[in-house]
């Protein structure tokens, strides 16, 4: 006889993220997760389950899909009665992590966005990984009291199908201001430049799923203009992408493009320019091709393995479902797109890549 058991799926999500790094110990987030999901728990394909680990500005979340096992002691690895590892175990945990930081720095696109980040915000975006200084002083007592400040601030736990207990924290309220303008980053090996830009939206003009539409408009494949506008009609760049973030205060959209460095200054202005002109479309047949993708891949989310527990997770902490931003889209697709950029916020611009003193002047114009 078979019997056809619903899958479980669990996330166990503690409120702290890399953005809660202590300066002088950047990376501790990342220590602890990797320390969390050590090899001495013995889950896995063995027992049939899936893992999943997201760490963001000021969350750690692991997340657990089974069909065939019972995920009831996945909480208890949280607890603070867990011991902290022996030198030769985290020794271990800091190379690891030491080696991902170093490939990480050394990547080009990475450096592209932490540019574009300290571009919008005034300051260097701080490192999830940390660096060979900040991670030497990660002890097992840091990790510890990490858990421990984690169980005082409170851990959820979100299981579906169920519910969710524990009081999510509430999404943290940034007290950055923004502030745009130019970064550049020289002295890299790489022969061609990458620019990026990020602009502000107006959040009275930010319904729920505009921004999916938008960025689908603007093209997160093949599809959309400034595929075609930067590529095909102006031939400018190599590969041209959307960029957008929800978590900050303006919600932002921006676009990065791969060009020759001379090409840097008039590519950057471009995708301004075609971002600047998508924020309002009326209907039409290829608004709602956009919008059709943008709803596809809303609902590709919420079937995923983990879709349920996900959904679970947004409708604790009071944010719009998956399936919810699916079925708000249709009325942009009908109605139109009626987004604006923040009135008085200048956009953030970045260039990584072998720009000369001239082409970096020429940068300093785009607006």
């Known amino acids: 006889m078979i019997v056809d058991l619903p899958p479980e799926t669990m996330i166990v999500e503690l ?17 602890a997760a990797r320390w969390l999901a050590d090899v001495r728990e013995p889950l896995g394909a063995a027992r049939g389950r899936r893992t999943r680990h997201r760490l963001a500005p000021h969350s750690s979340s692991f997340s657990y899909w089974s069909c065939l096992d019972d995920l009831s002691d996945v909480p208890d690895r949280f607890g603070l009665a867990t011991p902290p590892p022996d030198a030769d175990r985290l020794n271990a945990i800091r190379r690891a992590q030491l080696r991902l930081s170093e490939t990480r720095a050394a990547d080009s696109r990475v450096r592209l966005l932490d540019a574009l980040e300290q571009a919008s915000w005034g300051e260097p975006a701080p490192t999830p990984l940390g660096d060979a200084t900040t991670l030497s002083r990660i002890t097992p007592d840091s990790l510890t009291a990490y858990l421990a400040a984690c169980h005082r601030l409170g851990i959820t736990i979100h299981r579906a199908p169920g519910r969710s207990t524990g009081v999510p924290a509430a999404a943290p309220v940034s007290h950055r201001r923004w502030r745009g303008g130019l970064t550049t980053v020289s002295g890299l090996a790489d022969s061609r430049a990458r620019v990026a830009v990020r602009l502000p939206l107006d959040p009275s003009t930010v319904a729920p799923g505009a921004v999916d539409v938008l960025a689908e408009v603007l093209g997160t494949g093949i599809d959309g203009v400034l595929p075609y506008e930067l590529r095909i009609s102006r031939g400018l760049t190599y590969s041209v992408g959307v960029l957008r ?85 249709r009325e942009h697709a009908a109605q139109g797109l009626t987004l604006a950029p923040a009135p008085g916020a200048p956009p953030a611009i970045a260039a990584v890549g072998p720009l000369t003193q001239a082409q970096q002047e020429v940068l300093e114009g785009v607006r």
Do not use: N, Y
């Open 245 to 329: 973030w929800g978590a900050d205060e303006p919600v932002t959209i921006g676009a990065k493009a791969l060009v020759e460095p001379g090409d840097a200054a008039p590519a950057a202005r471009l995708m301004l320019d075609v971002i600047r002109a998508c924020l309002r479309r009326p209907p039409s047949a290829e608004l709602r091709r956009a919008a059709e993708r943008a709803r596809t891949s809303l609902l590709l989310q919420a079937d995923d393995p983990f879709g349920a527990v996900d959904e679970l997770r947004r409708r604790a902490r009071s944010e719009h479902t998956a399936t919810e931003l699916a079925e708000a889209i």
């Open 15 to 31: 409120p702290l993220g890399h953005h809660d790094d202590p300066p002088e110990q950047r990376g501790l987030a990342a220590v």
